[in-house]
Each structure stands twice: as C-alpha cells, then as structure tokens.
C-alpha cells in the first residue's frame, strides 16, 4: 500500500477542521482550498493578508506554493488549479496577478474558475493537482 | 490499458444522468458528488435522510463511504474531498459532523469547502478522490 | 521526473490567462474548464455557440473531446467531469445532452454538478480529469 503522509508547512496553522493543507499518495499531492491568510503566528487567530483582491491573491498563492514546498514540489508538478472567486468583475485582475505569478513556469496547470460563496472577508480560494513522481 | 470499472454500491440508486458513482482507472479512485439520499429502495424514487444539516451531512459521507468500501478502498485513501454547502452560516456544524467522522482517520484528507446552488431541498454535496495501489 | 507537456488542440485559442487546455504529468491528463467557445479562428475573438443551454453544452463536451483527442486520449480514459451550470432549472435538460453524447461510453466518468456563476453569456462550464496509462 502507498503510504500517504500529511503536508503541513511551518507557515500554515492548524485548519479550521479535520482535514491536512496538504496530502500525499503514490504519485498524487492534493492541495487542500488555499486562502490568503498571512503565516501564522503562535497564539494568534488567522489573519487575512487585506481586504484587496491583489493582496488575497498574491498570498493565497504563496500558500499554495509553500505546500508544494514542503512537500518537495513546485509549480512544475502542478497540473490543475481550481480558482474560487466571489465576484465575476474580478476575473481580470486576478488573471493578471496570477500570470505574473506563474510567469515562469514552462508548462502552465490546467485552471477553472468558477464564482461562488466565501465565507465574509475571503475573495479568493485556490487549491491545485501535482502529480509527482 | 489500465481497466476501468464502475462502482456501484448496494445503497446507492441509478444515478440520474450517465454517469458512475465511482470510478477506479490504474491507480484513481474517483467518488462522483454524493448527497444525503438514504440508501435506495427498489420501485421508490431517492428519499433525502431529512430536512437537516446534521441529518445530510451524515448521509452523505455514509455515501461516499459506500462506495470506498464497494471499491475495497476507505478513508485512509482518500486524498482531497470537495465539500459543497449552499450557506457559510453551516460552515460550523458541518466541521464539527466531519471531523467526528472522520475521527479515528490517521491522516486527513485535504479539502476544499465552497459555497453554490444546489437543487431544492439539498444542503450538503460532497465528492472524493482517492489513491489506489 | 515525469515529463509535463501542455494539451492545446488546434480548434483551441489561446487561454485568458497563463493556464494550459490539457496537461499531461505522469498518468493523469487534466481538461482545463471548457466552455461553449466555437473553434478558434484566427484574429477574431472567442465566440459561443450560442446563446442556449443547448448549444453551449454540446460545444463544451466538444470542447473537452478535442482536448481528450489531442492527447491521444478519449471518454474511456475520463474518470470525472466536473458541470458547473449557473441556473438548477437547467439540470434535467443538460442531462438530456450530456446522456445522448456520452451514449457509447462503456463506463460513465464520476461526475459532480453544482450551480455557480459563470461570465456574463456562459451557461455552463466543465472540466475533467483522465488516467492514462
């Protein structure tokens, strides 16, 4: 049986349920739903990086990228990122941060966007698909 | 080729369009959207396990659990779990539902919880992916 | 490492953004989310099928079909389609279509629908994830 080993990089506080930031098994690691919550400080409640779109984007994405991380990856090994926005007029601006983000990476993931509710304050929830080896 | 097989269940009804409750393919184990049906009975169409969160959420991971286990897998397979609620108001109760079930669960899957539409009467929809041998 | 090639079928324009149509890491093919776009056509902007369900929905599996076949790869190998429709009194005729298309496939992918917004005009969305070999 492949062994499946939880991914928690030293940034991320305990989720808010039974469930791992991060999850690997065989060759698949599962992002678990990223938002932009700032790293988390001992003793203190999480903290969203701003009330913008930019500043939700930006840090949603390095968390996605401090679990890849910690589990050894990168954006390389990403094949599908799922991007969760409130509102269809942010499609653009986020696009643009996004781009910037992933600007170096030779084969981009696959993405959906689709628009739905999140909880009050959270613009923005991101989680990806690496296929490892 | 990898094979691919459906599973399905005892509980689990004809689903209403064509599609599998499950699928496994090489290593993949894929559990289709699961609501709070009780488990079907033949010539009487889906009855929904009651009109409450608490209600629904618990049929539903029963459901998904069905059809691990038809698959021979479990939780202790499962990789990522999508979880659909149609209101952040039952984000609590839902956490508190899950992580008792998934209690003695070594290593929790990753999950991402949005917010959509679901049809009438409905409350909770969840879907899993799963990691074979 | 497993080689990571992009998936772009030549009816395909380029994304709005820096993701891929189709990736291809190891034995996992994902499809982008698909919508009702018609074959590209050079130096003219994307334009939908039409302004129906139905055909928005029978351009979107297209859609998801050239990127499945620019892989080498077909309905067989698609473990699970994710639908995202805007409105659930589209359901049972989206059913209709998704039924008919998919008539031939011996075993029917996984398959979650919920109820999202899309961009302005879009009716429905899908995406799906294959396992090679």
């Known amino acids: 049986m492949s062994e499946k080993t939880a991914v928690t990089p030293p940034t991320h506080a305990a989720p808010p349920a ?6 690997r098994k065989g060759n698949v690691l599962q992002v678990a739903g990223q938002v932009g919550f700032r790293p988390a ?6 903290s969203v990086a701003g009330p913008t779109l930019r500043e939700q984007t930006l840090q ?26 409130t509102d269809v007029a942010h499609f653009a ?16 993931p696959a993405r959906t966007t689709v628009y739905v509710g999140l909880p009050e ?3 923005v929830e991101i989680d990806a698909l690496a296929v490892l080896d």
């Open 121 to 123: 304050g959270l613009l």
């Open 60 to 85: 949603t994405l390095a968390n996605v990228e401090s679990v890849l991380a910690e589990a050894g990856a990168g954006w390389d090994d990403v094949v599908m990122m799922r991007v969760y926005l």
């Open 41 to 46: 400080v001992p003793g203190q409640p999480p």
């Open 18 to 23: 039974r469930f791992s930031h991060g999850v």
């Open 93 to 108: 601006e986020m696009n643009a941060l996004y781009d910037a983000y992933l600007a170096d990476v030779a084969v981009p």
